[in-house]
């Protein structure tokens, strides 16, 4: 089944001209539980990995306090939560791995990031690929501070060309605990839409964004909540509109090798849309459809954005919450 963003409730640019020019495309990748294959785009789905090359690992020490789970058991919660009725057992279940296991149990050395993300090209148009690559792949440590370790092996990218992976590797290595469910997608299915979006107001000249919000009145069809910076996960587009980076600026988003300033790559969000992006759920979904299918939570309810560099994508991309 398609995801399909209603038509606009008015047309930015003919109320603003100023804004003539400033859309861009982005497109919303609409998440959705799922079993997909390795030939499929997806969050949290099996990668199309060749068995001759070792699985992305992470070396950094998690020694903070983590409640540990495992892998199984993060599955294990999930289900109960989505029961309606739970059961004695379930409830001592759910008690017992909230306990979480004794962190000394973390075995030493490096450990198996998780996927993320698979985006074919073939679903993501306007993704800069590198020339001759057609999937990209996104793996991180599933432990705390993800947005903290910018350039670091906890969060990699895979840029591939999928013809050359010739022997797929069939059972992706799991790391025996998580620090974090947060962190752990559910394996959705991705529905892609492009749209158009507009910069978010702090990205625009001062004047007009004042202009802008005086003629704000209802939230879900203004400016902020119909027009700009759509929600959910996505590509390419324009910067999250809530942001800690209004201090630094561009200065924050540039590439650590060449100096270039990134674009938008790809956006990790915690809902799919809320109350003031109502109006961008998809006309196939109801009021109350889940909105939060990833079950990803990045930093407490922000977004993750990773930032590509426009000279060369493998170049590290930029990591920045907000
Ligand atoms: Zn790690
Ligand atoms: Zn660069």
Same mark, same amino acid.
């Not at 079950?295 to 493998?314: A, E």
């Given at each position: 089944?398609?995801?399909?963003?209603p038509?606009r409730?008015?047309?930015?640019?003919?109320?603003?001209?100023?804004?003539?020019?400033?859309?861009?495309?982005?497109?919303?990748?609409?998440?959705?539980?799922?079993?997909?294959?390795?030939?499929?785009?997806?969050?949290? %789905?099996?990668?199309?990995w060749? #068995?001759?090359?070792?699985?992305?690992?992470?070396?950094?020490?998690?020694?903070?306090?983590? #409640?540990?789970?495992?892998?199984?058991?993060v599955?294990?919660?999930r289900?109960?939560?989505?029961?309606?009725?739970?059961?004695?057992?379930?409830?001592?279940?759910? *008690?017992?791995?909230?306990?979480?296991?004794?962190?000394?149990?973390?075995?030493?050395?490096?450990?198996?990031?998780?996927?993320?993300?698979?985006l074919? #090209?073939?679903?993501?148009?306007?993704?800069?690929f590198?020339?001759?690559?057609?999937?990209?792949?996104?793996l991180?440590?599933?432990?705390?501070?993800?947005?903290?370790r910018?350039?670091?092996?906890?969060?990699?990218?895979?840029?591939?060309?999928?013809?050359?992976?010739?022997?797929?590797?069939?059972?992706?290595p799991?790391?025996?605990?998580?620090?974090?469910?947060?962190?752990?997608?559910?394996?959705?299915?991705l529905?892609?839409?492009?749209?158009?979006?507009?910069?978010?107001?702090?990205?625009?000249?001062?004047?007009l964004?004042?202009r802008?919000?005086?003629?704000?009145?209802?939230?879900?069809?203004?400016?902020? %909540?119909?027009?700009?910076v759509?929600?959910?996960?996505?590509t %390419?587009?324009?910067?999250?509109?809530?942001?800690?980076?209004? *201090?630094?600026?561009?200065?924050?988003?540039?590439?650590?090798?060449?100096?270039?300033?990134?674009?938008?790559?790809?956006?990790?969000?915690?809902?799919?849309?809320?109350?003031e992006?109502?109006?961008?759920r998809?006309?196939?979904?109801?009021?109350?459809?889940?909105?939060?299918?990833?079950?990803?939570?990045?930093?407490?309810?922000?977004?993750?954005?990773?930032?590509?560099?426009?000279?060369?994508?493998?170049?590290?991309?930029?990591?920045?919450?907000?």
């Amino acid at each position: 089944m398609p995801r399909t963003t209603p038509p606009r409730p008015f047309d930015a640019a003919s109320v603003f001209p100023e804004l003539a020019g400033m859309s861009r495309t982005t497109t919303r990748l609409r998440p959705r539980p799922g079993a997909p294959t390795v030939r499929e785009s997806s969050v949290g %789905g099996p990668l199309l990995w060749p #068995a001759d090359e070792p699985w992305a690992s992470c070396s950094q020490e998690h020694d903070a306090p983590f #409640a540990l789970k495992t892998p199984d058991e993060v599955r294990t919660l999930r289900r109960i939560h989505a029961q309606e009725v739970w059961t004695a057992e379930d409830h001592a279940e759910v *008690s017992r791995i909230n306990i979480g296991h004794d962190p000394s149990l973390l075995p030493e050395g490096p450990h198996p990031l998780i996927p993320v993300a698979q985006l074919w #090209a073939r679903d993501v148009p306007g993704l800069p690929f590198p020339e001759d690559t057609d999937l990209l792949q996104v793996l991180w440590c599933p432990f705390i501070d993800i947005e903290d370790r910018r350039g670091s092996e906890a969060v990699q990218l895979r840029w591939r060309r999928a013809g050359d992976v010739a022997e797929v590797l069939d059972a992706a290595p799991e790391p025996l605990y998580v620090g974090t469910d947060e962190l752990v997608p559910v394996p959705c299915v991705l529905h892609p839409e492009q749209v158009r979006e507009y910069p978010a107001t702090h990205d625009l000249d001062p004047d007009l964004a004042a202009r802008i919000d005086s003629r704000e009145e209802d939230r879900d069809t203004g400016y902020r %909540g119909a027009l700009s910076v759509a929600p959910g996960w996505k590509t %390419g587009g324009w910067a999250a509109p809530f942001t800690f980076r209004d *201090s630094g600026g561009p200065e924050e988003l540039r590439c650590a090798r060449c100096s270039a300033v990134g674009e938008p790559l790809l956006t990790i969000a915690h809902a799919e849309w809320d109350a003031e992006t109502d109006s961008r759920r998809p006309i196939e979904e109801a009021h109350d459809a889940s909105t939060t299918p990833t079950k990803v939570t990045v930093g407490r309810g922000y977004s993750l954005q990773f930032y590509v560099c426009p000279i060369d994508p493998r170049h590290l991309p930029v990591t920045v919450m907000q």
